[in-house]
């Protein structure tokens, strides 16, 4: 397991706060937030790419500086202009000299053709957002990852392929029972595959914990449901939740003695809960 | 994984490699066969663009946010990636430099490498260029692709303008007698310092 506890930076314009939480083995966390909370600040924390100022981070008890020093680490980001006037070939053959003992061929080649039906003969400049993605992806898996670190990789993806690259990630999680955090924007992809959430926002963790509580714990309500509820419950609801569009977000174990009503939020309803609350 | 940075130097300016070769073969004949000896265009045309322009190709490909972060990544970090570009420099500046001084022996006639303290200059340029290319690299880890080429204008005017004081007054520009045992031994601790830097610089660019 790998625990992560009181990261904290500081940029000029942005402060990560107290950054707290714990990745399991075959699971996938979603990391959530809106654009500048401070997801990318604690993915580039965790591969050492930035130092942050205090916390520790530790892998099944001992405590390292970043994720590398004792595992091999994937990580696919959604900037991906490297070496963009090199073919595809050429920058799989560097990193398969740099990664010797850990790079397996047949993998990659299995991901690129079989899997991403990608051929490897196209530069990386002719390569469309959703083929870097799937090309880079490929490389990190061939390294045979013990921890997979993905910032917004599906952000740039069209919806079936979105659903296909999520659909590789829960299979690498749950076969090779490794840890997957995932940063991301879009809540959809996240509670499609992801089993806990971290919802960041303005630097601070406001949320984590599995989806399965948050889908026990948060409900949506609209007007017709809510009339039908006793004076007393629509009055703690109305008091405690938010309104969003056309329904009620509430926290039903935030409220004491209420009934819970309408049906399980979305996670995009919670997280404008968590945001508005 | 040195050689795999060393290897992926070399595949990723494979078009320029071949461009250095036949410029400083065609460049080497045209310039030695026409100017002789004339020292300042020969012993700087030839090896300085035969290394700034395949080496300024690899510095604007590593010239982004994404490219550092994904080398940083990589195991052997900086130490690895700068002796690997420095063996990239010295290989480009062995040949450049062998190329120019054949030319010498081929077409001047009664060109002896080993009289009058030739070897010496030769090994004086040599070292020379080797140092300007670490500092360029020291420039591009420490600033950006852009300052660094820009240091090779500098230094282009520079030398166009000691080649022009030469031809045109009077003044003497010419090297001093030196000991190619003490050049030897400065260059060696200039250059290890210089690699040094040029590592420091590298893990300090973006962290």
């Known amino acids: ?66 994720l590398g020093e004792k ?35 047949g993998l990659f080649r299995h991901y690129m053709n079989d899997v991403f039906a990608l051929k490897d003969d196209l530069k990386i400049k002719e390569l469309s957002t959703g083929m870097r993605v799937k090309f880079f992806l490929a490389m990190e898996l061939a390294k045979k990852p013990e921890c997979l670190l993905l910032d917004e990789v599906t952000s740039g993806l069209d919806p079936m ?9 829960q299979g690498i999680a749950q076969e090779d029972n490794i840890p997957v955090l995932m940063s991301s924007h879009i809540t959809e992809d996240l509670e499609k595959i992801a089993d806990k959430i971290i919802y960041i926002d303005s630097g601070r963790i406001l ?10 714990n948060y409900y949506r309500i609209n007007e017709e449901e809510l009339s039908k509820l006793g004076e007393e419950t629509r009055a703690l609801i109305l008091d405690k939740g938010i309104k969003q569009h056309q329904y009620y977000v509430y926290d039903a174990s935030g409220i004491e003695n209420v009934e819970k009503a309408g049906s399980p939020a979305l996670l995009s309803d919670v997280l404008s809960f968590l945001r508005r609350g | 994984m040195m050689i795999g940075y060393l290897k992926k130097d070399i595949r990723f300016s494979a078009n320029w490699l071949i461009i250095v070769v036949v410029y400083c073969i065609v460049a080497g004949f045209l310039l030695i066969k026409e100017r002789g ?12 663009f035969a ?20 080398l940083r990544r990589m195991p052997q970090g900086a130490c690895g990636r700068v002796i690997a570009r420095t063996v990239y420099i010295l290989a480009l500046l062995v040949f450049s430099s062998g190329v120019k ?27 020379a260029f080797l140092s300007y290319f670490l500092i360029q690299m020291i420039v591009f880890y420490k600033t950006s692709y852009h300052f660094a080429q820009n240091t090779g204008l500098i230094a282009c005017a520079v030398v166009f303008i000691i ?29 290890a310092g210089l690699i040094v830097g040029a590592v420091k610089a590298e893990r300090s660019r973006s962290a």
């Open chain 2, 37 to 48: 000896e004339s020292l300042y265009f020969i012993e700087f045309l030839i090896p300085f």
């Open chain 2, 101 to 127: 001084i054949l030319y010498k022996y081929l077409l001047i006639e009664g060109y002896d490498l080993m009289s009058e303290g030739k070897l010496e200059k030769e090994v004086v340029f040599f070292l």
């Open chain 2, 163 to 191: 080649a022009l004081i030469g031809k045109y007054t009077s003044i003497n520009i010419s090297l001093p007698e030196v000991n190619i045992a003490v050049v030897i031994a400065v260059g060696v601790l200039v250059i």
């Open chain 1, 71 to 105: 595992l091999r680490v994937g990580f696919v980001s959604q900037e991906l202009n490297i070496y963009s006037d090199q073919k595809m070939s050429a920058l799989s053959a560097f990193v398969k000299d740099i990664y010797r003992k850990q790079w397996n061929d």
């Open chain 1, 1 to 66: 397991m790998i625990e992560v506890r009181n990261l904290n930076k500081t940029y000029k314009s942005f402060k990560l706060g107290n950054a707290s939480f714990d990745l399991e083995s075959g699971e996938i966390t979603g990391l959530i937030g809106v654009n500048g909370a401070g997801k990318s600040t604690i993915l580039r924390i965790l591969i050492g790419l930035v130092k942050s100022e205090s916390g520790e981070i530790s892998i099944d008890g001992n405590k390292v500086l970043d």
């Open chain 1, 207 to 216: 949320l984590e914990d599995s989806v399965e509580n948050i889908k026990k």
């Open chain 2, 51 to 70: 290394v700034y322009f395949p080496l300024g190709r690899l510095m604007n490909a590593e010239d982004s946010k994404d490219t550092r972060d994904f």
């Open chain 1, 161 to 169: 392929i979105r659903d296909e690259v999520l659909d590789i990630l």
